[in-house]
């Protein structure tokens, strides 16, 4: 298992529009991915459970990816959000 806490900076937080590209992105992986908020883990892979989560701007979130390919996973997420415009800084 690799794990990597990132800061959502974005002004929006982590609204719909985003959390449904990053969720699409993150069914194109067979690893796990979770995505804690708020001492709540949901599938990145789900889009209605990443908008459960509300996250606003200037959260800290913890990616954890577990599978064969957990580092290239994290580098392909970690872009998807800075290519689909949400702001974050990794910890």
């Known amino acids: 298992m690799i794990k990597q806490n990132i800061i959502i900076t974005d002004e929006d937080g982590m609204h719909a529009r985003p959390a449904s590209k990053i969720s699409k992105i993150a069914q194109g992986y067979e690893d796990a991915i979770t995505l804690t908020y708020d001492d709540k883990d ?50």
Do not use: H, R, W, Y
């Not at 290239?72 to 800075?82: G, N, R, V, Y």
């Open 42 to 91: 949901v599938n990145l892979k789900s889009i209605l459970a990443v908008m459960s989560l509300a996250i606003p701007q200037d959260s800290e979130v913890t990616l954890s990816i577990t599978g064969d390919n957990e580092k290239q996973t994290l580098k392909d997420i970690l872009k998807a959000f800075e290519d689909e415009g949400i702001d974050i800084k990794t910890q």
